[in-house]
Structures are given as C-alpha cells and as structure tokens.
C-alpha cells in the first residue's frame, strides 16, 4: 500500500512538472486588447496554423497496452492554439462565424486524433451554451469525440 502511494505522488509530481516545466511556442499569445484589433487576414492565418499543427491519428498511432503515456511538445502547442481561437471569438465578434465553422469542422474531422477533436467540439459546444445559441446537433460528430467532450460540457 505503502510503495503504491509513493508511486502515485511520484507520477503526480512528474507529470506537474511536465505539464509546468515547459513552455509553448505556438501561437503568439494575444491579450484582450489585441484579440479585439485582429484583421480579417490575421485570423485567416491563426486558423491556418492552429489547422497544420493538429495531430493527425496516422502521425501518432493509439498506445500499446501498458505503455506509458507522453503529451509531446508539438501536442501543446496545439491545445494552445484552439484555446487561442476561443477566446478571440469570444472577444471579437467579428471572427465568430470563422472561428466557429474551424471548431465545428476540426471537430467532425475523423483524420485528427480524438483528443483535439474533443477539445474543438467542447470549444464550439461552451461557446454555444454560454451565448444561448440552441443546441448543437452532437449526432453530427463522431461518436468518441461527444463521449470525450462531454465529461466537460454536460
């Protein structure tokens, strides 16, 4: 019992460190203020760039059983990324319709590994909810995605 506590504090503490010891170089982080300047051409390339830097499954194929799992660099770069398109079509209305078609679309995109597909439908999904949108028909996404999105969005 004992060494299964210290084994779970250690893995606990590793993985803090993971997540805090390192840092993200994608994308340019923008504050409020900036978010509410961005051009029409500028956000055309943050979702370009947030669109090549998601992890495709055929990049990164499911774990083996017993395998430690690994966030890799380029994977929090991307998780910045949506996080960064979320919170500009929160501030500038004007790349609301944009921004939301890129979540929607990463989130129905079966090419991308589930996780950031999860993360994108759980984007689109809170912005609809927190703005009294309706409802989104989740029948229209694959499966595993509305099951992973859903730990946080029901």
């Known amino acids: 019992m004992f060494n299964c506590m210290i084994k779970i504090i ?28 961005i051009s029409k051409n500028e956000f055309k390339q943050i979702l370009t760039e947030a669109s090549n830097a998601l992890p495709l499954k055929k990049n990164f194929p499911p774990q083996k059983p017993g395998e430690v799992a690994t966030i890799r660099h380029e994977w929090k770069d991307a998780g ?11 501030v500038n209305q004007h790349h609301t319709t944009s921004g939301l078609k890129f979540l929607r679309n990463c989130a129905k995109n079966r090419r991308i590994r589930t996780e950031f597909a999860a993360i994108c439908l759980t984007h689109y999904s ?20 509305v099951n992973l999105s859903s730990f946080i969005t029901d």
């Open 80 to 90: 910045a990324a949506l996080h960064e398109i979320a919170q500009i079509i929160k």
């Open 126 to 145: 809170v912005f609809y909810k927190t703005h009294n949108k309706g409802k989104i028909n989740k029948r229209e996404f694959p499966q595993e995605v």
């Open 10 to 37: 250690f893995a606990y503490i590793f993985f803090i460190f993971q997540c805090f010891g390192n840092y993200v170089e994608f994308p340019k982080l923008y504050t409020r203020a900036e978010m509410k300047l």
